[in-house]
């Protein structure tokens, strides 16, 4: 079956720094996306990882182990304009199709 | 950012009757999807489209239909809505699709339908 998960909701401080992490099981896999949406607004790219590794890219960080099916978002020094909800993404093998996660619904209070 | 627009933003009718929401692009880009976003499920794929008159279904397309006539355009039809499709319809694009591009999609602004 196909199934991506991440926690639900995270809660951190202004500043600090947070993690969230998603697992995947896909029929297929050719890369993983993460994308933020704010409340009742649409979803905008933040980062895609095809290779293992890490990719940073200003405040933003996200990780890919494609052999344990897991991947993680890092941001650092938290605004409160970070507060949002993290959409885990996995790609099908052919590119078509992209499966969701949940999201996580992340508050950073001050 | 990706200029793409959807038609209506809000809309409020009644058990039984069609609806069709509008997806418009003007980035050129080949590939179309519709999804629907409910609460505790994240995004889920309805259709999509590789080209003009190329559509395929997703994991919920179970009363809806698609049709794209035009690179720009791609409609999303309810033949007869039902309470159970009351959510908020992204459209998103990308430009390509394969082992080695980004594939990054750009959605749309969404659309909250209601069916009473």
């Known amino acids: 079956g196909q199934n991506i998960d991440q926690p639900t909701e995270m809660t951190a401080t202004e500043g600090a720094i947070v993690q969230i992490n998603c697992t995947y099981q896909?029929?297929?896999?050719?890369?993983l996306f993460w994308y933020q949406q704010h409340a009742g607004e649409a979803p905008t790219f933040l980062s895609y990882?095809?290779?293992?590794g890490l990719e940073e890219k200003g405040r933003f960080s996200s990780f890919l182990s494609r052999s344990k099916g897991y991947s993680y978002l890092l941001l650092k020094e938290l605004q409160m304009k970070d507060s949002a909800s993290y959409l885990c993404?996995?790609?099908?093998?052919?590119?078509?199709?992209?499966?969701f996660g949940a999201g996580t619904r992340l508050f950073v209070k001050a | 950012d990706a200029g793409i627009t959807q038609s209506p933003r809000h809309k409020v009718t009644e058990t039984g009757t069609p609806v069709t929401l509008r997806c418009h692009q003007t980035?050129?880009?080949?590939?179309m999807y519709w999804y629907r976003q409910d609460p505790g499920h994240g995004l889920r794929l309805i259709h999509y489209?590789?080209?003009?008159?190329?559509?395929d279904k997703g994991e919920v397309s179970d009363g809806y239909s698609v049709s794209r006539s035009k690179t720009e355009d791609f409609l999303l039809t309810l033949e007869s809505a039902t309470s159970s499709q009351t959510s908020v319809y992204f459209c998103?694009?990308?430009?390509?699709?394969?082992?080695?591009?980004?594939?990054?999609?750009?959605f749309g602004p969404g659309t909250r339908l209601t069916v009473l």
């Open positions: 998103a694009i990308s430009e390509s699709s394969g082992r080695a591009s980004l594939n990054e999609q750009f």
């Open positions: 896909t029929s297929g896999f050719n890369g």
């Open positions: 990882n095809v290779l293992d």
């Open positions: 993404a996995a790609l099908n093998t052919g590119g078509f199709k992209t499966i």
């Open positions: 980035e050129n880009h080949r590939y």
């Open positions: 489209s590789y080209g003009v008159k190329d559509t």
